[in-house]
Structures are given as structure tokens and as C-alpha cells.
């Protein structure tokens, strides 16, 4: 157990549809980032929290948003959906700053998998 | 911003037998470089990091090295074992706020 929990694992959905995905970052981690991870574009950051405030976006569709909650959870939300959308959404913690250098790697939770028919 | 490139994308070796993988970076200004191993059905894991100031880093059969200069950094494992069998990611980062940037990976199969 990495100590980052993602909920649901899994989650078969429509398209047009609206989801949320779930992240409660490991204790003591101020950041949360948010990940998607499909086969031809890997690893693609999507949108980083830090402490409730937006720090950064990444390849994040206007479709997608998130946000961060004062007990540091976050939630991605993803509307509309259509069948490009299927993949695997990481979230992940880390003990990083909110300005300067990452010295430190994040720790992963175990992924929620999306498909969209 | 940053442009990570990783080769090759899948890796056979004989168990026993080392294994290296190579990644560039873009951004000479980056200065944190880790590695995770994802298996499957899992989140990747963080196996071994290096900082812009050193230019190797060892853990037991892991060891990581880094050249600025040329803009590329490799990951070493020695003694390969069937647990070794993963893909593996490569990842570069300048600042916390957009944390890290990943190469597409790289599908390691070790061969009993």
C-alpha cells in the first residue's frame, strides 16, 4: 500500500457522461497531481494541486477539471465523455513545496481505470 | 517545456544479464531525475533518483547515471531476475508546481 488512495478502480461508463475519481494523497503530502495514462501517449500530467490552489496544468481537456479540498482529497472530474477518454487516471502525492525544485519523487496511488462505451 | 525521450521501448535479456536504459531531456535547466517501475495492474513505483549535482547513484543492483552535458541520464541494473520483468519510466522535473515529465517507457522482459 503506496498510502495514496484512489477510488473507484474500475468504472465502465457511457459516453456523454459525467464521472469523478477520487484521490486522498498520503498524510502529510500537500500536492496532488493527476495523471493519464494510455498506451500511445504514456504518462500525460494533467493538472497539479498544492494546499487547495491550482499550480499547474498540463495536456488537461476543458472537459476536465479538478479540484482540492481542505482535507487535501482531490477530485478529478470528467465530463462528456467519449471513447478517447478510456484509460488509466493516476493520482499522486508528493512532499514537494509549492515553489522551487521537486527533490523528491511522487508516490503513486494504484490507478482508476475508465472505459467509456 | 520539457521533452523526455526514452530508448529502447522494449528490452529482452537473459536472467543474470544487465540491462540499461537511456533517456534524454530537453530542458538543460532540470535538475531532479527519477525512475519507476510500474508492474501490472499497478501504479509506478519509485525505484532510484538522481539530482543535477551528482553523477551517479547506486542502490544494490540499481544504479543511475547522469550527464549534463549531453543532456542524458541511464538507468543500470545488474544481475537481472525474473522480478526485474516491468516497464520502466524515466522521468525529468525543473520545477515543483509542474512536476515530473515522463518518457514513454520502456517494456523490460527478463528470460529465465
Known amino acids: 500500500d503506496s498510502g495514496v488512495t484512489q477510488t473507484p478502480k474500475h468504472l465502465i461508463t457511457a459516453t456523454g457522461q459525467r464521472v469523478t475519481l477520487r484521490c486522498s494523497p498520503r498524510?502529510?503530502?500537500?500536492?496532488v497531481y493527476w495523471y493519464q495514462q494510455s498506451l500511445d501517449q504514456g504518462l500525460q500530467f494533467l493538472i497539479h494541486?498544492?494546499?487547495?490552489?491550482?499550480?499547474a496544468k498540463g495536456n488537461i481537456l476543458e472537459r476536465f477539471s479538478a479540484q482540492q479540498f481542505p482535507d487535501l482529497h482531490s477530485e478529478l472530474n470528467l465530463s462528456s465523455l467519449e471513447l478517447g477518454d478510456s484509460a488509466l487516471y493516476f493520482c499522486?502525492?508528493?512532499?514537494?513545496?509549492?515553489?522551487?525544485?521537486?527533490?523528491?519523487?511522487?508516490?503513486f496511488g494504484s490507478g482508476t481505470r475508465l472505459t467509456v462505451v | 517545456g520539457e521533452n523526455v525521450e526514452q530508448h529502447p521501448s522494449t528490452l529482452s535479456v537473459q536472467e543474470g544479464d544487465s540491462a540499461v536504459i537511456k533517456c534524454t531531456y530537453s530542458?538543460?535547466?532540470?535538475?531532479?531525475f527519477p525512475w519507476y517501475k510500474q508492474e501490472l495492474g499497478k501504479g509506478p513505483q519509485l525505484i532510484i533518483d538522481?539530482?543535477?549535482?551528482?553523477g551517479e547513484k547506486k542502490d544494490q543492483r540499481i544504479a543511475v547515471t547522469l550527464n549534463k552535458t549531453a543532456k542524458h541520464f541511464s538507468l543500470h541494473i545488474t544481475e537481472t531476475q525474473p522480478e526485474d520483468s516491468a516497464v520502466y519510466f524515466c522521468?525529468?522535473?525543473?520545477?515543483?508546481?509542474?512536476?515530473?515529465?515522463f518518457g514513454k517507457g520502456t517494456h523490460l522482459i527478463i528470460q529465465p
Open positions: 499522486a502525492s508528493s512532499t514537494a513545496r509549492r515553489q522551487g525544485p521537486l527533490n523528491y519523487g511522487y508516490t
Open positions: 498524510s502529510g503530502d500537500l500536492s
Open positions: 494541486y498544492y494546499n487547495g490552489e491550482e499550480r
Open positions: 530542458d538543460s535547466a532540470s535538475n531532479y
Open positions: 538522481i539530482r543535477s549535482n551528482v
Open positions: 522521468a525529468a522535473s525543473l520545477q515543483s508546481a509542474d512536476g515530473l515529465t
